[in-house]
């Protein structure tokens, strides 16, 4: 069996979530019980906690739902690109190193040498250009491992609006810490939800030999 990397984060009561969204929460419909076979367990949470892929919905009002993207992008040889403490955005400079001409369709850049348990409001994000030379080169999917590709504070969403216009799609919240720089398959399907604007997904990477 090929190895794996399992680069999502564990999803729970306590995990981080953007300011105003709505945290992960758990309550048990039945228990194992004298005349209850089964525990069955009802959550509450917004699609963007832990590892998720955004949809157009959320950042365009007449964009497609997470139930309708399609799944090519989200599947395939993907790059790791290190840029750790690039700060406060992704620049061209902290991925060049990387980028040749046998640049995969996906690409996941590194920022935190270890993923925070906390939310961290002064998170790394995609410079705007950056997204627009990597989709320049034909690439499809851009990750990261921080809440967002844009800063946390951003108001007008750049980077967003560029994977809008250019037809990308993005996952965030990876966790890359334990990832070498390299390429891998990406393995990060959504979920068939068909009216939400985004969705989880059970983000993993796996060798190509």
């Given at each position: ?190 979920l068939r939800l068909t009216t939400a604007d985004a ?11």
């Amino acid at each position: 069996m090929k190895e794996l990397w399992d680069i999502s984060p564990p999803v729970h009561a306590g995990a981080p979530v953007f300011p105003g969204d709505t945290p992960y929460q758990q309550q048990w419909c039945a228990t194992l019980a004298p005349g209850c076979p089964v525990n069955v367990s009802a959550i509450t949470m917004s699609p963007h906690v832990g590892a998720h892929a955004d949809a157009p919905l959320h950042y365009d009002a007449q964009g497609a739902a997470a139930g309708d993207l399609p799944l090519a992008p989200f599947l395939g040889p993907c790059r790791v690109i290190h840029a750790l403490g690039c700060h406060p955005l992704i620049e061209w400079a902290h991925i060049a190193h990387a980028v040749n001409d046998t640049l995969p369709q996906r690409v996941l850049v590194r920022t935190y040498a270890q993923a925070p348990a906390q939310w961290d409001g002064q998170l790394a994000a995609y410079a705007p250009d950056t997204i627009e030379r990597l989709a320049d080169r034909g690439v499809l999917l851009v990750g990261i491992d921080t809440a967002s590709i844009d800063p946390a504070d951003s108001k007008t969403l750049e980077s967003h609006q560029v994977i809008r216009r250019r037809n990308l799609r993005v996952l965030e919240n990876l966790v890359l810490d334990d990832v070498p720089e390299g390429d891998y398959e990406l393995i990060a399907l959504p979920l068939r939800l068909t009216t939400a604007d985004a969705s989880p997904v059970r983000a993993v990477l796996r060798a190509l030999t």
